[in-house]
């Protein structure tokens, strides 16, 4: 499985961005699915996630602004980001199919950056 982020981009804040994430291969739609980040000198950390049912979490920081949402027929997982914030200026990486070790696909990083 390939996964590839885009839609990154600078953006003031208050502004809004929608990731997108295209996977290859068949099973997409048996995948788990999640958005992470990773801000400069922080670790990574698990932005939101959604089920194959289509149930979906968030981290507190995000809860309320941002949605994350999939596409089986298209192949993708997005990440809508409203009304952001300079602290939300980080890589974002999709990934696929949580696993007891973590998940076992990832795509590249697309980079965020929210201007004050």
């Known amino acids: 499985v390939q996964l590839q982020a885009s839609g990154g981009g600078l953006v003031q804040a208050g502004g809004s961005l929608r990731l997108s994430c295209a996977a290859s291969?068949?099973?997409?739609?048996?995948?788990?699915l999640a958005w992470f980040r990773q801000a400069p000198g922080k670790e990574r950390e698990l932005v939101a996630d959604i089920t194959t049912s289509g149930s979906t979490s968030y981290v507190d920081s995000v809860k309320g602004r941002f949605t994350i949402s999939r596409d089986n027929s298209k192949n993708t997982v997005y990440l809508q980001m409203n009304s952001l914030k300079p602290e939300d200026t980080a890589a974002y990486f999709c990934?696929?199919?949580?696993?007891?070790?973590?998940?076992?696909?990832w795509g590249q990083g697309t980079k965020v950056t929210v201007s004050s």
């Open positions: 291969g068949r099973t997409f739609s048996s995948y788990s």
């Open positions: 990934a696929a199919l949580k696993t007891r070790s973590g998940y076992a696909y």
